[in-house]
């Protein structure tokens, strides 16, 4: 059964400093990747997705995730945080055609002034 | 904003009820999904629909069970409630592109 892990369960970084937080996959099949965000007492939001060609994804407030088949990750980075970053991060596979997301835990990123 | 939309917002309910949660996704999407998010944890999946019939599900029991109507809103009915299904109850619609639009889910809680 395909599984995601999130290494990091919560990560503290003080404003403007670099973050990456760190997903990986277990799969034997092409996979599509995503990354997305969750504010509190609100739904999720799409950061940014991998399906297919280049194996670097940016999203439109600076956050960028690179796939990287041989280590089956797709960790997600930025190079200067904002206290507006904080947020649960959840990194997610969908397997080929079918709806099904398989996410997971989670990585409570909190941004410090 | 993602054009998929759930009512209630939050709703509370006592152990052996029956709930009803609604989902109206966005035009063009023929794919619905349904997610429950309990405290502290990642999404897990419920089912999907496609085109008004279940085509996948999850680890969850069939008091779990779902509708997906002509007009791209969808269903999540739960009957016999348990304490342990309170939760963030999450739709999401997709299209042809393969990513997924959640709602801003349903807040259950069974008292």
């Known amino acids: 059964a395909q599984s995601v892990t999130q290494l990091d369960s919560q990560v503290p970084v003080f404003e403007e400093a670099p973050v990456e937080l760190r997903c990986n996959y277990s799969?034997?099949?092409?996979?599509?990747l995503f990354w997305y965000v969750q504010y509190p007492n609100q739904g999720l939001q799409l950061l940014l997705k991998?399906?297919?060609?280049?194996?670097l994804v940016e999203s439109i407030n600076g956050f960028e995730a690179e796939f990287n088949k041989s280590q089956t990750s797709f960790h997600l980075r930025k190079p200067s945080v904002h206290i507006s970053d904080t947020a649960e991060y959840f990194c997610?596979?969908?397997?080929?055609?079918?709806?099904?997301?398989?996410f997971g835990q989670g990585t409570t990123l909190q941004v410090k002034p | 904003e993602t054009g998929v939309t759930q009512s209630p917002t939050h709703l509370i309910k006592t152990r052996g009820q029956q709930v009803t949660l609604r989902c109206s996704s966005q035009?063009?999407?023929?794919?619905v999904s349904w997610y429950q998010q309990a405290l502290g944890q990642g999404p897990q999946f419920i089912f999907q629909?496609?085109?008004?019939?279940?085509?996948g599900r999850g680890n969850f029991p069939p008091r779990f069970s779902g509708l997906q109507f002509p007009n791209y809103s969808s269903e999540l009915n739960v009957n016999a409630l348990e304490l342990d299904d309170s939760a963030l109850y999450l739709c999401?619609?997709?299209?042809?592109?393969?990513?997924?639009?959640f709602g801003e889910g349903s807040r259950l809680t069974v008292l």
């Open positions: 629909y496609y085109r008004e019939e279940e085509n």
């Open positions: 997610a596979v969908r397997s080929g055609n079918t709806g099904k997301l398989i």
């Open positions: 999401a619609s997709g299209g042809e592109t393969g990513e997924l639009f």
């Open positions: 799969s034997s099949v092409s996979v599509y």
């Open positions: 991998y399906l297919s060609g280049s194996t």
């Open positions: 035009s063009g999407h023929n794919t």
